[in-house]
């Protein structure tokens, strides 16, 4: 990783902040954390460079569910850094109460799919400049848990229709997101081909014990802190360990030149019919153009 630049998304805490350490460790010359927890970050921050006796690690403050702050964050990003190496599209929520960005659009939607989908489009510049650019989309395999997307209903409203808490709209809201991610790993792959660019999807796996399901209420909550109990007796499921599919696909040259893959434990999964979807794929692509104003600029 040594004069590496690496962005990651959600990089103040859980496993983001597991990859950012990870990656310092590796030799990375710097590390952008970006998160709205921002005393968080700053502690994550002060803890990488401290672990690394040097200044490796940068914290940027950004609510990433805001259009108009991404693409500042991007203009920042740009105007400082000629050259990106890795993009860790990371950040996620889960959120049983349905909330709006200042866009309007839901939480989910916003957070886990539209910010990635801008910062991957608005980073390609520096991302080619590195030579080897890596982009790295966090999804998760509640991606084929569920019915789809709903074009009808891309803004999570009728999931959530006479309900003001609902873990059940949470999850699926969820799993709509996580599939965004894997269509946007998919058309990427294939708008760079021949372009130098990499870009692949991982899940870190099942329950690994970040703050992530905080909001979850009732049974799910109750469920959640036991399985998340008995995983961290077992040291089964820390964020280190969650993180280690994103620091393999960030640093590894096993996976040098390897695109548009689905993994699972470092290793190659097929993805569901459903993640298949050309038509579906571009449709959203398409929306999330309209949507944010972003296009792809290569
Ligand atoms: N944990 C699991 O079991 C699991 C399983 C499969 C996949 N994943 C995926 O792994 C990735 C990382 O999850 P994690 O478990 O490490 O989560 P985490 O510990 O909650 O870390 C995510 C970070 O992103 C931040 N964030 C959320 N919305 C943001 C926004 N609008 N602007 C800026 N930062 C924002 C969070 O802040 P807040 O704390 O304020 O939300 C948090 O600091 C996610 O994509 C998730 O879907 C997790």
């Known amino acids: 990783m040594q004069n590496k630049v690496v962005l990651i998304t959600g990089g103040a805490r859980g496993m983001g902040r597991a990859t950012g350490a990870a990656l310092?460790?590796?030799?990375?010359?710097?590390?952008?954390?970006?998160?709205?927890?921002?005393?968080?970050?700053?502690?994550?921050?002060?803890?990488?460079?401290?672990?690394?006796?040097?200044?490796?690690?940068?914290?940027?403050?950004?609510?990433?569910?805001?259009?108009?702050?991404?693409?500042?964050?991007?203009?920042?990003?740009?105007?400082?850094?000629?050259?990106?190496?890795?993009?860790?599209?990371?950040?996620?929520?889960?959120?049983?109460?349905?909330?709006?960005?200042?866009?309007?659009?839901?939480?989910?939607?916003?957070?886990?799919?539209?910010?990635?989908?801008?910062?991957?489009?608005?980073?390609?510049?520096?991302?080619?400049?590195?030579?080897?650019?890596?982009?790295?989309?966090?999804?998760?395999?509640?991606?084929?848990?569920?019915?789809?997307?709903?074009?009808?209903?891309?803004?999570?409203?009728?999931?959530?229709?006479?309900?003001?808490?609902?873990?059940?709209?949470?999850?699926?809201?969820?799993?709509?997101?996580?599939?965004?991610?894997?269509?946007?790993?998919?058309?990427?792959?294939?708008?760079?081909?021949g372009r130098g660019l990499t870009v692949n999807a991982a899940s870190p796996g099942y329950f690994i014990n970040t703050s992530i399901h905080r909001q979850l209420t009732g049974v799910f909550a109750l469920g959640a802190r036991v399985v998340f109990g008995i995983g961290t007796l077992l040291h089964l499921n820390t964020p280190e360990q969650g993180a280690r599919t994103h620091v393999w696909l960030a640093s590894s040259a096993e996976v040098e030149g390897v695109s548009g893959e689905y993994f699972e434990n470092c290793a190659p999964r097929a993805v569901s019919p459903m993640a298949n979807d050309q038509q579906v794929r571009q449709r959203l692509w398409r929306w999330s153009e309209e949507a944010t104003n972003v296009s792809f600029p290569l």
């Open 24 to 193: 310092a460790a590796l030799g990375a010359e710097k590390i952008i954390l970006v998160d709205w927890q921002g005393e968080e970050g700053t502690r994550a921050r002060d803890a990488i460079n401290a672990q690394a006796g040097r200044m490796a690690a940068e914290f940027i403050y950004c609510d990433l569910s805001s259009i108009g702050a991404v693409k500042a964050l991007a203009k920042e990003i740009r105007g400082r850094h000629r050259k990106l190496d890795v993009l860790i599209n990371n950040a996620g929520i889960t959120d049983p109460v349905r909330r709006l960005s200042s866009d309007g659009f839901e939480m989910h939607l916003a957070t886990c799919h539209l910010s990635h989908f801008m910062l991957s489009n608005l980073l390609l510049e520096p991302l080619q400049a590195s030579g080897a650019g890596r982009i790295v989309c966090i999804t998760s395999a509640a991606y084929k848990a569920g019915p789809g997307l709903d074009f009808d209903d891309i803004n999570n409203e009728k999931i959530w229709r006479g309900k003001s808490v609902s873990n059940g709209a949470a999850f699926n809201a969820y799993h709509r997101a996580k599939l965004c991610n894997i269509y946007l790993m998919k058309e990427l792959h294939e708008r760079l081909q």
